[in-house]
């Protein structure tokens, strides 16, 4: 089972992972609304690191002048190589170099509200693996999604609750999340697939497989607030492959 840091001494150090690709528009703003959290959140110490792969429209420029002026922001670039590769790398700092206790998974396009946060937060406490989920009572997707959207992310969830074998969550893909560092470790972060968006689903089935005890609560899903969304047809077949290939692996380690 993972450690348990909940046994460890205050304060507790959250670090947000938050990918970025052509977020000028958005991420300036959405740091302040992250900063602006800290202050609900008692003995808790937050921090940003931004995984940038060089974004054509500068976004990393405007981060690196962000994080000069304030502390607890931090800006990893690298070349662009997709959204799962991204995560592994800035969670691999975020543990190794930042040390953090709690990683958090937040897009950065404002679909997910920082105000969510110190419900995050709160329920960590009690849990390995906490999932912001839209497929919860009280959680949602956008009403103006299109009808094969809104099929896209329902279908995609219950078809991997199904045959991967995730049957306790009910949203495997959402991208807001906080997890123990325990759970990080525990789990085999550099041999993961790690081809875009399969990542997101992945980290969770190696977590259960692990042993993380896994809470969901409750959150609206908005559309972004500037840019485009970078999930493409080749990211909906690489899941579907994906998930089979994680049924076929299980029924041979049987
Ligand atoms: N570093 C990095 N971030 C990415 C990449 N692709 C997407 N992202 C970021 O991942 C988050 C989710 O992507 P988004 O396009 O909003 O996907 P959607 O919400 O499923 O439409 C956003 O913060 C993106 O900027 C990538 O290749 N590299
Ligand atoms: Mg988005």
Redesign the pocket.
Known sequence: MPEREAEKSEPVHGVIVL???N?RGNIEKLLDAILAERAQLEEFKLSVLV???LSPDGTGEVVREYAQTCDGVHLLSGA?R??GT?YKRGIMHALEILRADIVFQM???F?HDPGDLPRLVREVRTCDFVVGSRYVPGGSVPENWSRLRKAISKWGNIFARHIAGLDGVRDCTS?YRAIRAGVLREVDLERMDDTGYIFIMNLLYEAVQSGARVSEIPIHFTN?LHGE???GAADIFGFIRKVFLIRLNSLRRR
């Open positions: 990918p970025t690709y977020e995984v940038d792969d662009k997709g959204l991204a897009d950065a396009d679909s991208g972004r969304s970078k999930l």
